[in-house]
Nanobody, 127 residues
Framework: QVQLVESGGGLVQPGGSLRLSCTAS????????MGWFRQAPGKEREFVSV????????YYADSVKGRFTISRDNTKKTVYLQMNSLKPEDTAAYYC????????????????????WGQGTQVTVNS
């Protein structure tokens, strides 16, 4: 079993930055895809970013590309989401996700393909 604990959310002004962290319990962290989804009130959950287990290849939603950077530290079992140039439309609850080690690239975009979810951390972008 894997537990994911997010931190780093908060209130920030437009144009500001935040860094989210997600620390995993259990073993085999390095063998998992790790990523982030978000959900704003009244909206559907959406893919934000994922980092692959071995190559470290990253994928981003078009809405955050060039502004957000995902990274991982396997020694700390932690994945990060650096968010720059934040916009009010980035306001949402952000959820860390992990797969069971068997996810394939074509399936990374759908939340139902991830086996583990964190409790979420709120990001609010407001002046």
């Amino acid at each position: 079993q894997v537990q994911l604990v997010e931190s780093g959310g908060g209130l920030v002004q437009p144009g500001g930055s935040l860094r989210l962290s997600c620390t995993a319990s259990g073993s085999t962290f390095s063998s998992r895809f790790m990523g982030w989804f978000r959900q704003a009130p009244g909206k559907e959950r959406e893919f934000v970013s994922v980092i692959m287990r071995s190559s470290g290849t990253t994928y981003y939603a078009d809405s955050v590309k060039g502004r957000f950077t995902i990274s991982r530290d396997n020694t700390k079992k932690t994945v990060y989401l650096q968010m720059n140039s934040l916009k009010p439309e980035d306001t949402a609850a952000y959820y860390c996700v992990a797969d069971n080690g068997r996810l394939i690239v074509s399936s990374i975009w759908a939340g139902e393909n991830y086996d583990y979810w964190g409790q979420g951390t709120q990001v609010t972008v407001n002046s």
